[in-house]
């Protein structure tokens, strides 16, 4: 892994040398890239013990010949930046900051912007901070920091869901009326609660499903919302297929109908658009 510490990269005042220049203006006309995807927030959000909104004040591209393991389609650079808010973090944060990132060679211009950034703590340095990855810092918006706020709601909640790590078990049992019946799916999840997926049939009606991150059936019969905590578990990591000693459902036909509402499920979640 590329070292991306402050200390190893930026020792002491940053000579002269090591600085190219302060990143240029005429990334004005440079195409904004895209935003990062509800995933992209989650797992960033995921990996970081603070997040922090700041604006940026300078921005130094270093020498390549002083990076290790540089990317071919990415710059580092060295920012100060103000600090504006602490949206998530256990500990205080100073009003000004110091860290590195790498930058698409495209960017656009960052001086005076507002930015997102998911970090941790650099020991024994106040103002120094070090990004949970190289690119680990976003555009700020509105938009982003209210999706960004919802995803670290759901995530301190004590009911969290997490991920899904394992099919373990899925069963189709038919009710007593022609049409009628239900697929139970009982997941693993990377948090060690169990949980259940509940695909239910009525005579005339589609097939509705809903799920639960406990070992108990699903009370809901609305599948969780997009771009939700709920969501993201399962679409993100739920298998195309379930394994084939995974359904247990007690004749073939119940198996086909087992893996026709596992595959229903699957479709109907969509696809899990990470960008990172």
Same mark, same amino acid.
């Given at each position: 892994?590329?070292?991306?510490?402050?200390?190893?990269?930026?020792?002491?005042?940053?000579?002269?040398?090591?600085?190219?220049?302060?990143?240029?203006?005429?990334?004005?006309?440079?195409?904004?890239?895209?935003?990062?995807? =509800?995933?992209?927030?989650?797992?960033?959000?995921?990996?970081?013990?603070?997040?922090? #909104?700041a604006?940026?004040?300078?921005?130094?591209?270093?020498?390549?010949?002083?990076?290790?393991?540089?990317?071919?389609?990415?710059?580092?650079?060295y920012?100060?930046?103000?600090?504006?808010?602490?949206?998530?973090?256990?500990?205080?944060? +100073?009003?000004?900051?110091? =860290?590195?990132?790498?930058?698409?060679?495209?960017?656009?211009?960052?001086? +005076?912007?507002?930015?997102?950034?998911?970090?941790?703590?650099?020991?024994? #340095?106040?103002?120094?901070? #070090?990004l949970?990855?190289?690119?680990?810092?976003?555009?700020?918006?509105?938009?982003?920091?209210?999706?960004?706020?919802?995803?670290? !709601?759901?995530?301190?909640?004590?009911?969290?869901? !997490?991920?899904?790590?394992?099919v373990?078990?899925?069963?189709?049992?038919p009710?007593?009326l022609?049409?009628? +019946?239900?697929?139970?799916?009982?997941?693993?999840?990377?948090?060690?609660r169990g949980?259940?997926?509940?695909?239910?049939?009525?005579?005339?009606?589609?097939?509705?499903?809903?799920? !639960?991150?406990?070992?108990?059936?699903?009370?809901?019969?609305?599948?969780?919302?997009?771009?939700?905590?709920?969501? =993201?578990?399962?679409?993100?990591?739920?298998?195309?297929y379930?394994? $084939?000693?995974? /359904?247990?459902?007690r004749?073939? $036909? #119940?198996?086909?109908?087992?893996? /026709?509402?596992?595959?229903?499920?699957v479709?109907?979640?969509?696809?899990?658009?990470?960008?990172?």
């Open positions: 892994m590329p070292d991306f510490s402050i200390k190893a990269l930026c020792a002491s005042s940053l000579a002269a040398a090591a600085l190219v220049s302060v990143a240029p203006a005429h990334a004005q006309t440079a195409p904004q890239p895209a935003g990062p995807s =509800y995933p992209d927030l989650v797992e960033l959000s995921k990996r970081a013990g603070m997040v922090i #909104k604006r940026v004040q300078t921005i130094s591209r270093l020498d390549p010949a002083q990076v290790r393991n540089p990317t071919a389609l990415h710059d580092r650079f920012a100060q930046a103000q600090t504006e808010a602490l949206i998530y973090g256990r500990q205080g944060i +100073g009003p000004s900051l110091r =860290y590195l990132v790498d930058l698409p060679k495209d960017r656009p211009e960052l001086f +005076g912007r507002e930015v997102l950034l998911f970090a941790w703590r650099v020991p024994d #340095k106040a103002s120094d901070i #070090k949970v990855d190289p690119t680990a810092q976003i555009l700020w918006t509105p938009l982003q920091e209210a999706r960004l706020r919802s995803i670290l !709601s759901e995530m301190v909640a004590p009911d969290a869901p !997490s991920p899904v790590t394992r373990r078990e899925l069963m189709f049992v009710g007593n022609a049409g009628q +019946g239900q697929t139970q799916i009982f997941l693993d999840t990377k948090g060690g949980a259940a997926i509940t695909v239910r049939h009525q005579p005339g009606m589609a097939p509705s499903w809903g799920v !639960s991150f406990s070992q108990v059936a699903a009370a809901t019969e609305a599948p969780p919302r997009q771009d939700s905590l709920a969501w =993201y578990s399962l679409a993100c990591f739920l298998p195309a379930p394994p $084939a000693a995974a /359904n247990v459902s004749s073939s $036909a #119940k198996q086909e109908q087992a893996l /026709n509402d596992y595959r229903m499920v479709s109907s979640l969509g696809t899990c658009n990470r960008t990172r």
